[in-house]
């Protein structure tokens, strides 16, 4: 059974209504106790499939309460006499249900408000693994190339777009977009660096490959973008879905820029079409994942907001999508 423990810290004269209604939700076990002179503190320990509920309430509580404060914590072992009695209960409950099993909006957006952003980690990280990829492409080695991928973090930029898109935060998938493309643009870079200063590297089988685009990319993308979203969700270790993505994302921006290093803009323009078709299969994807996790915001006017951006993301996506399909195949036919 996964716990999570909510602290509350609550000025007196507010004490009484709230400490009222939050024993109202179903919680495990629940402590009271005096902070200071003018606050209360409450510990309530829940399913984490409850936290959501809780925290929506206190989130709505805090915006017109000063002084009022909520932690949350992972609890990773909690035992008493109710617990070892209903733990084969629980587990035999959990396995009949079919809903997607995720963490709380309010920790997911956290996360996603993290990625969102550009940082001197993220700019660093990108900035190496375009390097060694771009080394790894030069050398024909596809140990390296894997290698490049493993430390590129461009799966949280892109799970930050879909989140976003899907909850209707304008401002945040504005941020998310910036950050992803600012991480593109330093693999390009460094790319059409190498590609204009060395002659070589362009007719090996990792630089040719990522130069070619079929409708089964699409199905890599798709593959991707579900398994980072899925892996988001449960704030599970993001390091070897983020290979998937990398996979998608790193090589064919590597050879993009390559071959306009080396004017060679033919085979830029598949690889251009390459990362296109694999980024909307990824955005497809996660957004559709995150859409049926039933990642709702709460206030009125961010409901209301959500309400159109979400069927509007995907629709606007899978359009695209059909669009580059139809592009893929008059391509093979005029070749």
Do not use: C
């Not at 999570?4 to 076990?29: A, C, G, R, T």
């Not at 320990?45 to 914590?73: A, C, D, P, Q, R």
């Not at 304008?170 to 790319?191: D, E, H, N, Q």
């Amino acid at each position: 059974m996964n716990l999570q423990l909510i602290e509350v810290y609550i000025p007196d004269h507010h004490f009484d209504s709230i400490n009222e209604k939050l024993q109202e939700f179903e919680h495990q076990s629940y402590w009271t106790s005096s902070e200071s002179e003018e606050r209360m503190l409450v510990r309530i320990l829940v399913k984490t499939s409850e936290v959501e509920e809780i925290l929506n309430y206190l989130e709505g509580v805090s915006n017109v309460v000063e002084g009022f404060e909520t932690l949350l914590f992972p609890v990773q072992t909690y035992l008493s006499k109710k617990t070892l009695h209903e733990d084969s209960e629980e587990e035999d409950k959990e396995s009949e249900e079919a809903r997607l099993k995720r963490a709380s909006r309010h920790e997911l957006l956290n996360a996603v408000e993290k990625n969102s952003l550009i940082s001197w980690n993220y700019s660093l990280l990108i900035l190496l693994s375009a390097i060694v990829a771009t080394v790894g492409f030069l050398k024909d080695s596809e140990a390296v190339v894997i290698g490049a991928m493993v430390i590129a973090p461009m799966i949280g930029p892109v799970i930050a777009i879909a989140f976003s898109s899907i909850l209707g935060d304008y401002k945040m998938l504005g941020k998310s977009i910036v950050t992803s493309l600012y991480g593109i643009a330093i693999v390009l870079i460094i790319s059409v660096l190498f590609g204009y200063f060395f002659d070589m590297g362009t007719d090996t089988d990792q630089y040719l490959d990522r130069t070619k685009v079929t409708v089964v990319d699409i199905f890599l993308g798709i593959a991707s973008g579900a398994a980072g979203a899925l892996a988001f969700l449960n704030r599970l270790s993001g390091n070897l879905v983020g290979v998937m993505v990398a996979v998608a994302l790193l090589p064919p921006s590597v050879a993009m820029g390559m071959s306009i290093g080396n004017a060679d803009f033919e085979l830029a323009y598949g690889a251009f079409l390459l990362v296109t078709v694999n980024v909307m299969s990824i955005l497809l994807a996660a957004a559709s994942i995150f859409s049926i996790s039933g990642i709702r915001p709460v206030r009125w006017e961010e409901v209301k907001r959500a309400n159109v951006s979400r069927p509007l993301s995907i629709t606007f996506i899978a359009v695209i999508i059909l669009i580059l399909v139809a592009v893929i195949l008059l391509g093979k036919d005029w070749s």
